[in-house]
């Protein structure tokens, strides 16, 4: 793969993948040579899905290059009511949509932490989920909102632009635990396996 780098793209200053809390492996694959824009192949695991709702500190591009992602994008208010029990993405009914929690997440070199201090509260008012097979693609905003599951040993090689903050918006319940959670590093028998598997996706 390093041989393969020319004057567009260059190998990415961090190699080493983490598993992120959000179900996946996450490999480093490239950066573009101006700019912060960034190269990644996500590798879902078994019985894994998105634990939270949330939107990204940049735009970005997805293609499945194996398996199925269902991503469901969220409409949200700002709450002006009590909240109450439920989620309308589990199909639970209710008279008023579940309420939930913004919680700042913010990457780290190191790992990343969630910071609860913003007091802000949202509502979900609708969701529309669309299924994603391998060879399709995808694209979102920074600032959308969407909760994705995927199947396991799902790949997608996702393209994002530039941060466009400092933190991205998770939407949860209940207590937040607000210090520093170091990541869980891959090591490399296991990304080389993963990136062969990559590479025989694309043939």
């Not at 293609?63 to 009511?81: K, W, Y």
């Amino acid at each position: 793969m390093h041989d393969s780098y020319d004057d567009t793209l260059l190998a990415p200053a961090i190699a080493s993948p983490v598993a992120h809390p959000n179900g996946f492996v996450k490999l480093p694959l490239a950066l573009v040579v101006e700019g912060s824009r960034r190269l990644f192949l996500h590798v879902w695991l078994a019985g894994e899905e998105d634990s939270q709702a949330h939107d990204h500190r940049w735009d970005f591009s997805s293609t499945v290059l194996r398996g199925t992602v269902h991503n469901s994008l969220l409409d949200i208010t700002e709450a002006d009511e009590p909240l109450c029990d439920g989620d309308p993405l589990l199909g639970a009914e209710s008279s008023r949509s579940p309420g939930y929690r913004v919680v700042r997440y913010e990457p780290r070199e190191w790992g990343y932490r969630f910071d609860a201090s913003c007091g802000e509260r949202v509502v979900v008012t609708e969701h529309r989920t669309a299924k994603v097979c391998a060879g399709d693609a995808y694209g979102m905003s920074a600032f959308t909102f969407h909760r994705a599951r995927a199947l396991p040993g799902t790949m997608t090689l996702v393209a994002r632009g530039a941060p466009l903050g400092r933190y991205a918006r998770v939407l949860v319940r209940g207590e937040v635990s607000e210090g520093p959670r170091r990541w869980r590093h891959v090591g490399p028998s296991e990304r080389r396996g993963y990136l062969r598997e990559a590479l025989d996706c694309l043939g």
